[in-house]
């Protein structure tokens, strides 16, 4: 345990951190960066769990959040983790044994996770204590600090989205590669944000859905090539320009209106080297 931190970023999450927190053993330091800069959350958390430090930022997004974090860890591990995340801390050592197995040469390590799409969330096969993957998810990430700086950490550029992917990616270029263990299993209680008025979760999936193209379309542009990208992501435009119209001359559903006018937005923005700009107010 003196060996690893904890990592967390959370946004708007005062529902889940503090029950989050008491699962985490009292020996392990946990550094939390608080992207909605509410300083009673951050009293309220520091007076009650004395290993744990949080600082107060003003919504800079996942990349810098955690890029700032992994400067303050100290030890030769850390372990990035949302806190929507059910997870046995106990299994902690065996990303342990499995860096040291690996001669600690790996970008990161991640856990199973339970009840998910097999489609849109890849892992390795569920006989294999463990096994190679082209990344892990962001949400629970095993690394090693001095790997991690190698690397040159997370692109400040992601704001949300794939901003661990192209962590995965770059770091082969070193020679590093991602892993998976079957032997620690995770499971989402679902996102983390919690917004307390309608209207707010409504701007907080439309400002997810310009997120969400901007970043693949820059991960794209950015691992292989412009033409790539558009190439790659032209069914996407399409299928989108057709939505928005749709729900545009639907006037009742103003829902979906937006959804598909924001994804657009982000798709075009990213197309035009824009930087992810938009925010939630």
């Given at each position: 345990?003196?060996?690893?931190?904890?990592?967390?970023?959370?946004?708007?999450?005062?529902?889940?951190?503090?029950?989050?927190?008491?699962?985490?053993?009292?020996?392990?330091?946990?550094?939390?960066?608080?992207n909605?800069?509410?300083?009673?959350?951050?009293?309220?958390?520091?007076?009650?769990?004395?290993?744990?430090?949080?600082?107060?930022?003003?919504?800079?997004?996942?990349?810098?959040?955690?890029?700032?974090?992994?400067?303050?860890?100290?030890t030769k591990?850390?372990l990035?983790?949302?806190?929507?995340?059910?997870l046995?801390?106990?299994?902690?050592?065996?990303?342990?044994?499995?860096?040291?197995?690996?001669k600690?040469?790996?970008?990161?390590?991640?856990?199973?996770?339970?009840?998910?799409?097999?489609?849109?969330?890849?892992?390795?096969?569920?006989?294999?204590?463990?096994?190679?993957?082209?990344?892990?998810?962001?949400?629970?990430?095993?690394?090693?600090?001095?790997?991690?700086?190698?690397?040159?950490?997370?692109?400040?550029?992601?704001?949300?989205?794939?901003?661990?992917?192209?962590y995965?990616?770059?770091?082969?270029?070193?020679?590093?590669?991602?892993?998976?263990?079957?032997?620690?299993?995770?499971?989402s209680?679902?996102?983390?944000?919690?917004m307390?008025?309608?209207?707010?979760?409504?701007?907080?999936?439309?400002?997810?859905?310009?997120?969400?193209?901007?970043?693949?379309?820059?991960?794209?542009?950015?691992?292989?090539n412009?033409?790539?990208?558009?190439?790659?992501?032209?069914?996407?435009?399409?299928r989108?320009?057709?939505?928005?119209?749709?729900?545009?001359?639907?006037?009742?559903?103003k829902?979906?209106?937006?959804?598909?006018?924001?994804?657009?937005?982000?798709?075009?923005?990213?197309?035009?080297?824009?930087?992810?700009?938009?925010?939630?107010?």
């Amino acid at each position: 345990m003196s060996d690893i931190s904890i990592i967390i970023i959370t946004y708007k999450s005062e529902s889940l951190i503090k029950d989050f927190l008491k699962k985490i053993p009292e020996k392990i330091p946990v550094i939390i960066v608080e992207n909605s800069n509410n300083l009673s959350l951050k009293d309220d958390i520091e007076n009650n769990f004395f290993n744990v430090k949080v600082y107060l930022k003003d919504n800079i997004g996942v990349s810098r959040a955690l890029n700032f974090a992994a400067n303050k860890v100290i030890t030769k591990y850390f372990l990035q983790i949302s806190p929507d995340i059910q997870l046995n801390f106990n299994k902690i050592e065996i990303f342990f044994e499995l860096a040291k197995i690996l001669k600690d040469n790996f970008a990161a390590i991640g856990p199973r996770f339970l009840d998910v799409k097999e489609k849109s969330h890849k892992q390795i096969k569920k006989y294999k204590d463990y096994d190679a993957i082209n990344a892990i998810h962001g949400s629970c990430m095993f690394i090693k600090k001095n790997c991690f700086e190698k690397i040159g950490g997370f692109d400040d550029n992601f704001f949300l989205y794939f901003e661990e992917t192209e962590y995965c990616n770059r770091a082969k270029k070193f020679n590093l590669l991602s892993y998976q263990t079957n032997k620690v299993e995770v499971k989402s209680i679902g996102r983390s944000v919690k917004m307390t008025k309608e209207r707010d979760e409504d701007k907080l999936s439309n400002l997810l859905s310009w997120h969400f193209v901007w970043s693949k379309f820059y991960f794209l542009r950015k691992n292989y090539n412009y033409m790539y990208a558009l190439v790659l992501c032209l069914p996407l435009m399409i299928r989108t320009i057709i939505k928005y119209f749709i729900f545009k001359y639907l006037k009742k559903d103003k829902k979906n209106f937006f959804k598909y006018k924001y994804r657009l937005s982000g798709l075009f923005n990213s197309m035009m080297g824009r930087k992810s700009s938009l925010r939630i107010d």
